[in-house]
C-alpha cells in the first residue's frame, strides 16, 4: 500500500518514522512545500547564536519524545536548573512565580484578598461539565484577580492565545478533567497527590517535567529524521489538492505532477488542508478553515556581557493582557540552556502577536525591533543596543482551540470517515505540544498499520 503523507512538521516526520519502523518495506513518501522539513521547528546558528525560530523544547514528564530521540540516537538537554524560575511582569515590576505553597502565601504576586480568593477555590460548587472559555473557568474557580495574574500569562505564553475564546476543555484537559472528577482543582490535586503517594507517581495540574532540547537546537532532532527518511522525504514539493477515484487517492502537485496513493494524511495545517480538500470535500474544509491561526513574530536579541545589569537568572517573563504592553514574553535562552549565545554574551528572545496582538507581529523589522526595546527597556531596565539581532517571521503561528473546538472535531471526525484512508494529523486538531504531535502521529500509525 502506498502512503502518502502531506507535511514534514514534526507530525509528519514522527509518523513517517513510527510507520517504517513498523514495517521497513512501506511505501511511504512525504510531500513537503518548502525545502527544509521542520515547520515550526527551525534551528539557526549566526555568529555563535544558537537560535531558535519557534519551539524551544519539549517537556521531559511524557515518554514519547524522549524514546524517539534515543531511537536516534540523540542525547537529550535538559534545561538549567535555574530555568525553573519563572517571572511575571505584574504592578510595573517582575514578580517570581512562587514555586510552592509556602512560597505561594509570602509573595506578593497576588493581594491577599486574590489570595484568600485561590483558597476559596475548595467551595466553590462544580459547574456542569459543557465546555467554556479558559477566562470564565479561571475567574468562576479562582477570582478575577488570579485568572488576570497567572491564568491570562500562562494562556499567552502556551498558545499565544486570547483566554476569553479559548476552550478550557480542548487547551487544558487535564483542568477541565479535575473539575468534572474532583469537584474542584485543589480538591483534586490533593486526591491526585494522595493517589500517587501510593504508586510514588509525581503529578500536578500543569504540565510539569523539564524543559528539554539538543545540544544543536530543535532543528538535531528533524535532521536526524530527514537523514533516516532519505528520498522518501520530498522538499519543495507543495501540494495543491486532493482528487479521489473510486479508492485511490490522486495528489495534484504545485509543479502541474500528480501522484496516487492509496492512503493519504494530510500532517499540513488546517487551512492549508483545508485548501487541499476543498474540491473533494467542501464541509470538512469548511470545517477546517475556521481554525483561527494568529500571528506571531519572535525577536532574538543578542547582549554583550554586562550590558543586562539585572542579570539573568530564569526562565524570562510573561506579560499579563492587563499590563497592555506590546509583547507576550521574553525567554532567557542563554539561562536556560548553556550552548545558546558565545561566550560573554546573553540571548534573549521576545515573543510578540498572538490572538491578542496579531498587530504587533505584523509590523516591519525596524518598527518591530523598536517596539520591543522599548517594552524591554520599560520592563527590565535594558537600556542598552543589542549586538545581535535575529527575527523570524510565523504569519500563520499557532492553532487556537476556541470554544466549540471539540464539537468542530467531532464534525470533522464524522466527514473524514466517510473517505477510507484518508487521516489527519498535525497540531490542529489535539494538543499543539511537540509532545501532544508526536504521541498522536504514533497513535495514528498504529492505526494505520
Ligand atoms: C513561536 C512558537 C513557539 C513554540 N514553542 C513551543 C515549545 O517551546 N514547545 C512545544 O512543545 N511546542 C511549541 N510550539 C508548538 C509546536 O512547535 C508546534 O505545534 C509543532 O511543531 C507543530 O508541528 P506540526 O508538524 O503539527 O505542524 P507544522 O510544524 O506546522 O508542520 C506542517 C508542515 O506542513 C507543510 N505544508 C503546509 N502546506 C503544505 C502544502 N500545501 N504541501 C506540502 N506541505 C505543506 C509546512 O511547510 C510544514 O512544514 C511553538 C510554536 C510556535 C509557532
Known sequence: MRIAIVGAGISGLSLAHALLEKNHGLDVTIFEAEYHPGGKIWTERIDGFLCESGTNGFLDNRPKTLELLSKLSLTPMRSNDNARKRYI?????????????????????????????????????????????????????????????????????????????????????????????????????????REAKKTGRKVGPGPGGILTSCDGGMYTLIDSLKSLLGERLQLGREVKSIGKKGDLYTIHLGDGSTCESECVVLASPAYASAEMLVEMDKEIAGLMSDIPYPPVSVVCLGFRGGKISRGLNGFGFLVPAKERR???????????FPNRAPEGYALLRTIVGGARAAKVALLNDERLLSTVMVELSEIMGLKAEPDFVKIFRHEKAIPQYTARHDKSLDQIDRSIARHKRLFLAGNAYRGIGVNDCIENSLKLADYIA
Open 89 to 193: 511582569y505584574s504592578d510595573k515590576r517582575l514578580r517570581l512565580i512562587p514555586e510552592s505553597p509556602i512560597a505561594f502565601l509570602r509573595s506578593n504576586l497576588l493581594s491577599a484578598s486574590g489570595k484568600l480568593r485561590i483558597i476559596a477555590e475548595l467551595f466553590v460548587p462544580q459547574k456542569d461539565a459543557t465546555d467554556e472559555t479558559l477566562e470564565s473557568f479561571a475567574v468562576r474557580r479562582l477570582g478575577r484577580e488570579a485568572f488576570e495574574k497567572l491564568i491570562d500569562p500562562m494562556a499567552s505564553g502556551i498558545y499565544a492565545g486570547d483566554p476569553s475564546r479559548m476552550s478550557l476543555k480542548s487547551c487544558f484537559p487535564k483542568i477541565y478533567e479535575l473539575e468534572k472528577n474532583y469537584g474542584g482543582l485543589i480538591r483534586g490535586m490533593l486526591k491526585m497527590k
Open 326 to 336: 506590546e509583547i507576550m514574553g521574553t525567554l532567557y535562552d542563554s539561562s536556560i
